[in-house]
């Protein structure tokens, strides 16, 4: 079975303070991506990556920025958090092979508090 | 630009009853769409991916079709428990290879 780990569950951070979200995912998956949910809005993509140290805007990446070190590691970072980026966070990965018909594997999600 | 929508956004239904949860999308060039499940505070579990070229799919007391020409898809649950109430997400990759997703339907099973 697919592992997607998320480092949190729930974080609370201040207005300006710099965020590390973690995501790590235990099958070699060579894409993965990040996601925000709101309520009514559903789930808008922020940045993916297609290989180490590869990434790609998704539609939403203002406020944002990523890194990808090692193929099983995705950070997603707030560099100035602010309180419109409260929102629960998600991490996904797939396989590249025939990544076009590939489910998505999601983690449990990060409820990040910016007050 | 791609638009899905999950009608409706929110069904009850006492348990034993089938079931049936709807999703449209607008452009019809894609290359698959995957129902999903979310509980509540959870992360999104897969379930079901129907190909393009595909009408359905099944795994157990699910099924799912695809209608690609009329952009349309439809969740079949058979005999609902109440360990079913969860919100039910679909989401379509297109051609950019860009998942859209659905706003969601919630689902809860009574006793």
């Given at each position: 079975d697919v592992k997607v780990t998320q480092s949190s569950r729930y974080l609370v951070k201040r207005t300006g303070e710099k965020v590390f979200l973690e995501c790590v995912q235990d099958m070699d998956h060579e894409n993965m991506f990040w996601y925000r949910q709101d309520p009514g809005l559903g789930l808008r993509l922020i940045y993916f990556s297609y290989d180490v140290k590869m990434k790609e805007k998704g539609d939403i990446p203002e406020g944002y920025s990523v890194s990808r070190e090692k193929k099983e590691r995705f950070s997603l970072i707030l560099e100035s958090a602010s309180t419109n980026q409260t929102s629960m966070y998600l991490c996904a990965s797939s396989p590249r092979l025939f990544s076009y018909n590939s489910p998505l594997h999601f983690g449990n999600g990060t409820r990040l508090t910016v007050t | 630009k791609q638009e899905v929508t999950q009608i409706p956004a929110a069904l009850s239904v006492p348990e034993g009853e089938n079931l049936v949860l709807?999703?449209?999308?607008?452009?019809?060039?894609?290359?698959?769409?995957?129902?999903?499940?979310?509980?509540?505070?959870?992360?999104?579990?897969?379930?079901?991916?129907?190909?393009?070229?595909?009408?359905?799919?099944?795994?157990?007391?699910?099924?799912?079709?695809?209608?690609?020409?009329?952009?349309?898809?439809?969740?079949?649950?058979?005999?609902?428990?109440?360990?079913?109430?969860?919100?039910?997400?679909?989401?379509?990759?297109?051609?950019?290879?860009?998942?859209?997703?659905?706003?969601?339907?919630?689902?809860?099973?009574?006793?």
């Open positions: - | 709807n999703c449209s999308f607008t452009d019809s060039a894609i290359y698959n769409l995957q129902w999903f499940r979310q509980d509540p505070g959870k992360g999104l579990t897969s379930l079901l991916l129907i190909q393009s070229s595909q009408r359905e799919q099944t795994s157990g007391r699910l099924n799912a079709s695809l209608d690609k020409s009329s952009g349309r898809s439809t969740l079949y649950i058979a005999a609902s428990q109440p360990g079913d109430s969860a919100t039910y997400l679909c989401a379509v990759r297109g051609t950019a290879s860009k998942l859209t997703f659905g706003t969601g339907t919630r689902l809860q099973v009574t006793l």
